[in-house]
């Protein structure tokens, strides 16, 4: 059962809950690394965690308000909406691992020990019309690599991953973690020249 934790010693393996989100004609894919705790969750669904700022970065390039996705009311994100957006926008979601040990009670990349890393290429097969990766955060980025045999760029730039004829570009950008140091603003101007790139925006 998805989201299931297995113990193994005093650590359990949490087991991503979620499938990919490969909406029809997805051309761009986010790539996280893996969900926070259950606890942390507003909604059940991709960057769930109402502190992470990755839907206020989506509401503001694509709405022009950074709380356009967020119901303040219910303090909760509007998954209803975010579906119909990303599939509206061709955004596909996933996460990097499949399994994990989490080695501290709490949601950063830093405490997750890898035990199954998603399969990138049969992902990727998943979603005909790709052109970018984007690794939202280090620890993706780094493990996207590894899956694809390229080497990690620079945050805000793309290394390019070879499919037979057709090119994948890898990208990696800042996280959208609170946890780091960079103002939402900021950490879009990232994502709007990734947007850009892909001609999503």
């Known amino acids: 059962m998805k989201g299931e934790a ?6 359990p ?4 809950p979620w499938e990919p989100w490969t909406p029809d004609g997805a051309r761009v894919l986010m ?7 259950r606890q942390r969750w507003s909604m059940d669904f991709y960057y769930p965690n109402p502190t992470n700022d990755f839907w206020r970065i989506i509401g503001l390039l694509f ?3 950074p709380l356009a996705l967020w119901i303040p009311s219910e303090k909760r994100f509007d998954l209803a909406r975010i579906q119909q957006l990303t599939r509206q926008l061709g955004i596909a979601m996933s996460d990097t691992c499949v399994r994990i040990r989490r080695l501290k009670n709490n949601a950063s990349d830093k405490c997750l020990e890898v035990v199954e890393p998603r399969n990138i290429e049969a992902l990727a097969n998943q979603i005909p019309a790709l052109t970018d990766i984007v690794a939202t955060g280090e620890k993706a980025a780094t493990l996207l690599a590894e899956a694809t045999n390229t080497t990690v760029p620079k945050i805000g730039t793309y290394s390019e991953w070879q499919r037979g004829s057709h090119i994948v570009r890898l990208w990696r950008l800042p996280s959208t973690s609170r946890a780091y140091p960079l103002a939402l603003t900021a950490k879009a101007e990232y994502y709007l020249k990734m947007f850009k790139t892909a001609h999503i925006l």
Not at 31 to 37: A, D, V
């Open 13 to 16: 393996i949490e087991v991503h």
């Open 6 to 11: 297995t113990s193994v010693g005093n650590l």
């Open 31 to 37: 790539l996280g690394t893996f969900p926070p705790g």
């Open 63 to 65: 709405e022009g308000d």
